[in-house]
T-cell receptor
């Protein structure tokens, strides 16, 4: 079946550097993508979303890039801070069905 | 403040007992969802509801039941038929189904011994 996958389960980044979290999706019909941040023991928090008619969208310190040719989604976090330590999930949607969630990437910030 | 509340935060039960997890939202959202999360894993959909008095099974509905008698409330019952109920349970809501941001509650950690 269709699924959303992540390339790396854990990513370690030096504080102050930029972080890039990747996500692969397999359904070319997906038209909505969303990133969430989940801190330990808490519910996921919305970060940013993007629709398939866009290639890039920017928020505060975050950028999401969508490459439909290779079915790839990435989340870039600028100037990573200790508070960015969390698990990051991507999710996709097509045909207004449910969000399909990836397994998550744990981001570790090194001091 | 608008948001989703789940109670309690921690819940302990003996094996064989049914337990009901509460989820309330004051965002006036039509759609509500229940997810299960196991340690180090992603989210798996248990049940969802697009509108009052209607709900649909998700990917792992066996051993669970829900009701949606009010727009604001979507309680989840973990029955004794659920073989491995210990998990972190998350409730969410959204304006509509599908391509909408889902707002999550703080979660309930259920431990069954």
């Amino acid at each position: 079946g269709e699924s959303v996958g992540l390339h790396l389960p854990t990513l370690s980044v030096q504080e102050g550097d930029n972080s890039i979290i990747n996500c692969a999706y397999s359904n070319s019909a997906s038209d909505y993508f969303i990133w969430y941040k989940q801190e330990s023991g808490k519910g996921p928090q919305f970060i940013i979303d993007i629709r398939s008619n866009m290639d890039k969208r920017q928020g505060q310190r975050v950028t999401v890039l969508l490459n439909k040719t290779v079915k790839h989604l990435s989340l870039q976090i600028a100037a990573t801070q200790p508070g960015d330590s969390a698990v990051y999930f991507c999710a996709e949607n097509w045909d207004n069905y449910q969000l399909i969630w990836g397994a998550g990437t744990k981001l570790i910030i090194k001091p | 403040d608008g948001g989703i509340t789940q109670s309690p935060k921690y819940l302990f039960r003996k094996e064989g007992q049914n337990v009901t997890l509460s989820c309330e939202q004051n965002l006036n959202h039509d759609a509500m969802y229940w997810y299960r999360q196991d340690p180090g894993q992603g989210l798996r959909l248990i049940y969802y509801s697009q509108i009052v008095n209607d709900f649909q099974k998700g990917d792992i509905a066996e051993g669970y039941s829900v009701s949606r008698e009010k727009k604001e409330s979507f309680p989840l019952t973990v029955t004794s038929a659920q073989k491995n109920p210990t998990a972190f349970y998350l409730c969410a809501s959204s304006e509509g189904q599908g391509a909408y941001e889902q707002y999550f509650g703080p979660g309930t950690r259920l431990t069954v011994t």
